[in-house]
């Protein structure tokens, strides 16, 4: 059972339909020609990136030769992360890989299952698909809660469809696809807290460690054009 304290989640909440699915396909499509012509996404001043001296809650995001994770260190005391993360449910839980797999998995619309596992470390320290690089933000509170509100609302049932080690599988709300994958979700995800990111320009791992990294440029620029606080 998924215990959670910032938000409720549904219990009758329903995936869409492979056919409303497909047009969100054909819609992104045009929607990304269109974005070509406009410039990168802005920071939500109002949440991100929070002042040096205010408070603030750390996360991490790991990205490998193929996945993406969002981690939360643990604020029960215990060392260790809260992990995030999404993916094909015919691919990651039932084996049907190879290239029919992908193709199936990029081009159709399929289930997706939203994984929440508890770890000693991060994704990126212990992938068997390197390489790996790991970001580090820090969120305003307010951000760091819608954060994690929009990951609760991503997940279409309390109940896990698998567990396997410390890790959870939740059944996802939308349907995973090329225009919704686990690159896409991360970036979505971090919109919410506040960091210029945008699905429309995600759709490899380079395309999102990209807007990480001019997410990194953002926030320690602020930092430095930021006042020191007089004693």
């Not at 320290?125 to 609760?152: C, K, N, V």
Request: some cysteine; glycine content about 6%; aromatic content about 10%.
């Amino acid at each position: 059972m998924l215990k959670e304290p910032y938000a409720p989640l549904a219990q009758d909440a329903t995936t869409m339909s492979g056919s409303a699915e497909r047009k969100n396909i054909a819609a992104g499509v045009a929607a990304c020609l269109v974005l070509l012509q406009f410039g990168c996404a802005a920071p939500a001043r109002e949440l991100w990136p929070p002042p040096p001296d205010a408070p603030a809650r750390t996360i991490h995001v790991s990205l490998d030769a193929w996945h993406a994770m969002i981690a939360f260190p643990l604020d029960t005391g215990e060392p260790g992360f809260e992990e995030w993360g999404y993916a094909e449910q015919a691919w990651y839980l039932e084996g049907r890989q190879g290239v029919t797999g992908a193709l199936r998995a990029l081009f159709w619309p399929t289930p997706g299952v939203v994984e929440i596992g508890r770890h000693d470390q991060v994704w990126a320290a212990r992938t068997p698909q390197p390489p790996s690089d790991l970001f580090t933000f820090r969120l305003s509170e307010q951000g760091y809660l819608q954060l994690r509100r929009h990951l609760l609302s991503t997940i279409a049932a309390t109940e896990p469809i698998l567990t396997a080690g410390a890790t959870n599988f939740y059944p996802a709300k939308r349907s995973y696809h090329l225009f919704h994958q686990c690159h896409q979700y991360v970036a979505r995800a971090l919109q919410e807290a506040g960091l210029p990111t945008t699905v429309f320009w995600v759709f490899t791992r380079a395309s999102l460690a990209m807007q990480l990294r001019r997410a990194e440029r953002i926030a320690a620029a602020d930092q430095t054009a930021s006042p020191t606080p007089v004693p």
